[in-house]
């Protein structure tokens, strides 16, 4: 098991959510149960799936989660994105925010990237797409022939 709170990219999330808190106090009333709830629930989805996934013991189920809090990190950036439009986020808010999501975002991916060499998914998954290739031509020629 791991310990979550070594992780850089929980502790950059982690920083991220505290930030968009925050960022979300001064948002309209209106906004209380549809924007600025989903802003902070896709925040701390983030940290939350990150430390989830630490807890697994399979490198496959960790892989799973560290994709769901990329996905989750993705829907922030777009928040914060819609946020800025919405004229509810000063420029130097959002370009603090977007910064925060960005560094964490690189984290993250170099996260998973590491996992997944660990795990040998990306060689399993190439060596099964060269499978799947030689297959498909294999037959390809053999139907070519008759």
Known sequence: MRNFNNILAWQKSDDLTVAVYDATRDFPREEIYSLTSQMRRSAYSVPANIAEGASRSSKKDYLHFLYIARGSLSELAYF???????????????????????????????????????????????????????????????????
């Open 80 to 146: 914060i994105h819609l946020s800025k439009r919405l004229r509810y986020l000063p420029d130097s808010d959002h370009d603090q925010l977007a910064g925060q999501a960005d560094e964490a975002s690189r984290v993250l991916t170099g996260l998973i990237k590491s996992v997944e060499k660990e795990a040998g998914l990306v060689a399993r998954t190439l060596a099964k797409t060269s499978a799947l290739i030689f297959l498909f031509f294999s037959l390809k020629s053999q139907v070519s022939g008759l």
